[in-house]
């Protein structure tokens, strides 16, 4: 116990050492050089602890696309920005406005420009767009195979210690002489990607998770044809006339502000406030087993009309299934999504329901307004029994739903308006509406209200703020923006709402309250430094009082990090992170939590390579002072670890490109704990350190 409370102090001096060690660039060398990582992009999401934010290798993906094949910003492509939460409603309307005023940009710096554009969006986005027209606009006038571009990857992750799942003789299994899970403890994944002339797109995705059989029996094609537990893929047809897009296997849908239905960032709120009016229809790009449709998808427009529909029909996992005498299926508690397939139980619930979709959104814009009519009906080939716990009594059950609604933007000078209500099966409606505005230069406030009926019913869309179901809360959210003189930026956020009914985690209507600040610095010689607080009020159940009726009682969470980057020629950029977390907990007290890291990364000048380190001290030893950390992976993969406990944490990731064609990905990490073993149940290992390897290769022909 001793010994590890010496490595902060280690970890410190060895900041110390490499902040004198490169001293920063002086005022003579300003450049335009921007400190930018994934993690630029995903702070809008990355301050959630929701498990499914743990893996947005889809979002990844898209932003990797765009640093290797930048938007058109004078085109509709800069949509894109504002739907994956680069940047605000406001801010897009405005880059339309300047277009309109005076016409296309001629540089990216001309951003700078625009009004509520403030100097850290700018300078995330200028990576990720182009002032040229996008390519698809070209006139291609014979076929070449030289056009075709295709990519292809290869990935392996393992542990060097497998848990108690995979070992045979274990007493607790139901077969002892078998391992309990009933695969290699390797995950394996393939994507191969296939573009001809952006006018064209195949896919195809095949992955095996830790615990799962190499091949297992397909529902797909026949019970005696084995594939991979995930074995997907896709067509896309591009501008076909006035059809922009047309979609053949599986893919994402997203409609208006994510109420009705959210197929990737909808729904999400965060500094950038709510992502935009979606309408949009695209691949399923990731290796993830659930969150898509499978069937086709069509995206249409004339003059300034737009149509998307849909029709899907595939196989999902259902939880607590029930089947006649011929074992055809009769009912079922829940959708698994957890996209498991090791034990028994999992392989006996995989792709056991079957599940249809249809739907459509039709769409008016001009230069103030946008709306549109939402329509979508699903149907089970079982019917979802109806819960007897207290938190789903309000829930989806039965076979079938029919939701509906109208999703509107209005756009004035100053001030944007936008709304979206919904409407299930059983009359209950869910609706968000909100305003954004700009008082003055250089600051903005958004407003949004959320309003879910009790009743409301819905399996496909979000609420504003969480990712569980959009039924029975109400609630305000109000974001300040401000930027300063000399690069400064001051962020508010406050949110209030009320659950109407039982959560999960209490037995009782309950008031939950939300606080963000956080200021930034940043100046010209790649050099920044952040500050942010957040305050959390989550009422619990109170142990003493609620024998028999729950009482609920206040918990909060206070969380500070302080965090500074900067880059030191040649080839150097570090970061240092200090975090903190309070729980004070209303029965008893408990311990502050800390983390500390430090992240060198290194582009040798001779070779088309680069290496990240990252060196981590945590002392977390509550779990509800649990903090979450970014990390860098391989390529279209996520990893947001918890620290919990106390111990050390190392990763290494190197990548090098030593042909234009070929990419090589190496990941070491490590975890060390001096309190406690790692896992619990199945997944639990012999011992406190815990190491994993993953490898990646990517090989690629340009079109």
Known sequence: MKATGKYPAVLLILNAILYISFPFPGRSQENDRHIIAYEDYAEEILSTDESYLSSLEEWQNMIDCWLSK???????????????KIISLFQLNKLKEYRLIYGGLLSVHELSFI???????????????????????????????????QDLILKTTFNTINSKGYRKGNTESEYPAEPYYSG?????????????????AFGLRMEKDPGEQLFISSSLFSKKIKTPDLFSGYLNIKSLGPVRSLILGNYRVSFGYGVSLAGGQSGINGRSGMAGMANRIRPQTSVSETGFFR????????????????????????????????????????????????TISELNSRKSIGENVLGGFLVYSNNWLK?????????????????????????????????????????????????????????????ITGLEMMPAPGSSISIVHRS??????????????????DSGEKGLQVDIRIELPKKWLIE?????????????????????????VSAEKAWPQALSMSFSFRYLQNPVTDPVSSAWICHPVKSSRYKFRLEGRFEAPPGFRFKTRVECSLTPGPVKAIKPGWLLFQDIEYTPPVMDAKIWLRVCFFDVMDYDSRIYAYENDVLYDFTSFMHYGK?????????????????????????????????????????????????????????
């Open 492 to 516: 508010w956020m406050t949110d209030i709402s009320r659950s109407l009914w039982a959560r999960y985690d209490l037995n009782a209507p309950s008031v939950q309250k939300e606080v963000r």
């Open 452 to 469: 879910f009926d009790i009743g409301y019913q819905n399996l496909y869309g979000s609420g504003s703020i969480t990712s569980g179901p």
């Open 647 to 703: 111990g050390l944490r190392g990763i290494m990731l190197f990548r090098w490109t030593p042909a234009d064609w070929l990419d090589l990905w190496l990941r070491l990490s490590t975890v060390y704990y001096n309190n406690r073993h790692i896992g619990s149940g199945w997944d639990e290992i012999d011992g406190n350190r815990q190491n994993e390897i993953e490898i990646q290769v990517r090989m690629k022909t340009s079109g």
């Open 115 to 149: 009004e509520g554009w403030d100097f850290q969006t700018i300078r995330k986005v200028i990576p990720l767009v182009t002032v040229d027209n996008p390519k698809a606009q070209r006139t291609f006038k014979k076929f070449d195979f030289r056009s075709f571009r």
């Open 70 to 84: 930048p938007l058109g910003i004078n085109s509709e492509e800069a949509d894109w920005l504002m739907e994956y």
């Open 295 to 342: 069937g086709i998808a069509l995206n249409a427009c004339y003059g300034r009309f737009s149509l998307t529909g849909f029709g899907s029909y595939q196989k999902i996992d259902g939880t607590s299934l029930v089947t006649d005498s011929l074992g055809h299926p009769v009912s079922f508690s829940s959708i698994d999504k957890s996209g498991l397939h090791r």
């Open 184 to 200: 290699s403890p390797f995950r394996l994944a393939l994507r191969y990607d296939l573009e001809y002339r952006n006018k064209l």
């Open 371 to 431: 709306t549109g009519i939402i329509g979508m009906y699903s149907q089970f080939d079982a019917s979802i029994v109806k819960s007897n716990r207290p938190y789903k009594k309000f829930g989806f059950n039965g076979t079938t739903n029919l939701t509906g609604g109208i999703s509107s933007t209005l756009w004035f000078p100053k001030v944007h308006i936008f709304n979206e209500t919904s409407v299930c099966r059983n009359k209950a409606v869910a609706m």
